[in-house]
Nanobody, 127 residues
Framework: VQLQASGGGLVQAGGSLRLSCVASGRAFSSYAVAWFRQAPGKEREFVAALYWSTYYEDSVKGRFTISRDNAKNTVSLQMNSLKPEDTAVYYC????????????????????????WGQGTQVTVSS
């Protein structure tokens, strides 16, 4: 699949944004999906992932929600109570899942486990 992310922007602290990622291609439901982010000068870090279960990085738990609509080939990230430290370029990613078992949280949280990436969308949270 190919991924196209959108929805970033500038928001004040405490505000909300919803990121969307549209996938082209077939069998989207067979892909685990995730969001990662990368701030200037830092490595890309895990934010949230979804296959059979959802997984979140600790700092976004309770504030961010990942969801997917397989009929529309989309994955979304609802971000509430945004903080300045959430400022980064956000990337959606997808990993084709082979076999009857779901990938573990360790696998789903590693950027090296994903073969498909969107182009990134900037999120800036002002204080």
């Amino acid at each position: 699949v190919q991924l196209q992310a959108s929805g970033g922007g500038l928001v004040q602290a405490g505000g909300s944004l919803r990121l969307s990622c549209v996938a082209s291609g077939r069998a989207f439901s067979s892909y685990a999906v995730a969001w990662f982010r990368q701030a200037p000068g830092k490595e890309r870090e895990f934010v949230a992932a979804l296959y059979w279960s959802t997984y979140y990085e600790d700092s976004v738990k309770g504030r961010f929600t990942i969801s997917r609509d397989n009929a529309k080939n989309t994955v979304s990230l609802q971000m509430n109570s945004l903080k300045p430290e959430d400022t980064a370029v956000y990337y959606c990613a997808a990993r084709y899942v082979v076999g009857p078992s779901a990938p573990t949280a360790v696998i789903l949280s590693s950027p090296h486990q994903y073969g498909q990436w969107g182009q990134g969308t900037q999120v800036t949270v002002s204080s």
